[in-house]
C-alpha cells in the first residue's frame, strides 16, 4: 500500500463519516459533535483513518445493542 492509497482510503473514509453527520444534523446528540467536527479533526480522520474507523464501528455496534 503506497501513501497516497493510504491517504485516498482515509478520505473517502472522511468523506462517508462527513455524510451520516449530515444526514444526522437534527439528532439532539448529535449537536455537540458536530460543533467540534472542523478541518483540523477531518485532516486527523484522513491520517489516522484505522483509528477512527474502528472508534466508529465500536460506538455503531454499541448503539445498536445497547
Known amino acids: 500500500m503506497t501513501v497516497l492509497n493510504y491517504l485516498f482510503i482515509g478520505a473517502a473514509f472522511t468523506f462517508v463519516l462527513d455524510l451520516i453527520l449530515t ?3 437534527n439528532h439532539p446528540l448529535m ?7 472542523g ?3 477531518r485532516i486527523a480522520c484522513i491520517i489516522i483513518w484505522p483509528i477512527s474507523a474502528l472508534t466508529f464501528l465500536i ?3 454499541k448503539s445498536i445493542f445497547k
Open 23 to 25: 444526514k444526522l444534523n
Open 31 to 37: 449537536e455537540e459533535v458536530i460543533k467540534k467536527w
Open 39 to 41: 478541518y483540523k479533526e
Open 59 to 61: 460506538a455503531f455496534i
